[in-house]
């Protein structure tokens, strides 16, 4: 059976170009109407001061934060979202595997000021990976992760691993992407092991009916 961690990072991949494409372009709806907005006043929300963006994609977010940031470092598993990332330049980008980073956190490096986790935490081994960040953040740190609300989950509600399609991106021609879905009492279990979660905040677009994503803010336990 294909490991579930390898076809996400390989979707990814596969993926860069479309997806840098639509998020440079704004034509994903939910990041235009409510989520960008909504990660960018919670980082501003406090002292950024040297800033880790953990699955940083094509970089878009560390190029928002850059003016504001003391120090900007990027990860993400996918090369080929790094390669876009640094053609815009304005941080610092490595390619790491969350294996890689779990295991040995300070390859990333150390004493950040802020983690934020956006739409990044994707696989089953969240708790772990959160843990070794906070081995590497300061004794006063902040942890931003915003994700899918847990009422987007279709039944049963549940933890579980489930794959995203893409299709309301307007764009045939997306390789599917196998994802590890968590109900809200899930992520808090994950996030306090080694964190204070301080605020549970639920972002809508205007005139929405439902929250367009779930923002967890922590800090260091």
Same mark, same amino acid.
């Given at each position: ?16 170009? +479309?997806? @840098? ?22 980082? +501003?929300? &406090? ?34 979202? #790094? ?5 815009? &330049? ?24 802020? #983690? $934020? ?18 081995? $590497?953040?300061?004794?006063?740190? +902040? ?10 989950? %279709? ?6 691993? +489930? #794959? ?5 991106? &307007? ?11 968590? @109900?809200? &009492?899930?992520?808090?279990?994950? $996030?306090?092991?080694?964190? %204070? ?14 929250? %367009?994503?779930?923002?967890?803010? %922590?800090?260091?336990?």
């Amino acid at each position: 059976m294909t490991d579930p961690r390898q076809s996400q990072v390989a979707s990814w991949s596969e993926n860069a170009e +479309r997806w @840098t494409a639509a998020v440079r372009g704004q034509m994903i709806a939910s990041r235009r109407d409510a989520t960008d907005a909504a990660i960018l006043r919670a980082a +501003r929300a &406090g002292r950024l001061g040297k800033l880790l963006d953990v699955g940083c994609g094509e970089g878009w977010l560390c190029r928002e934060l850059h003016r504001e940031a003391i120090e900007i470092i990027g990860v993400d598993a996918s090369a080929e979202l #790094v390669a876009r990332a640094r053609e815009k &330049g304005r941080a610092s980008y490595l390619v790491l595997s969350y294996a890689e980073l779990t295991e040995t956190p300070a390859r990333a490096g150390k004493d950040f000021d802020t #983690v $934020i986790c956006n739409f990044s935490l994707l696989d089953d081994k969240a708790e772990a990976l959160l843990d070794a960040l906070a081995s $590497i953040s300061n004794s006063k740190a +902040r942890l931003l992760i915003q994700t899918l609300h847990s009422v987007a989950l %279709a039944p049963p509600y549940e933890d579980g691993w +489930r #794959v995203e399609r893409f299709d309301g991106f &307007g764009d045939a021609g997306w390789t599917p992407m196998p994802y590890f879905a968590r @109900t809200l &009492g899930s992520w808090v279990e994950a $996030i306090s092991r080694k964190w %204070a979660l301080k605020r549970i905040l639920e972002p809508k677009a205007p005139s929405a009916r439902t929250p %367009a994503s779930l923002l967890l803010v %922590a800090e260091r336990a």
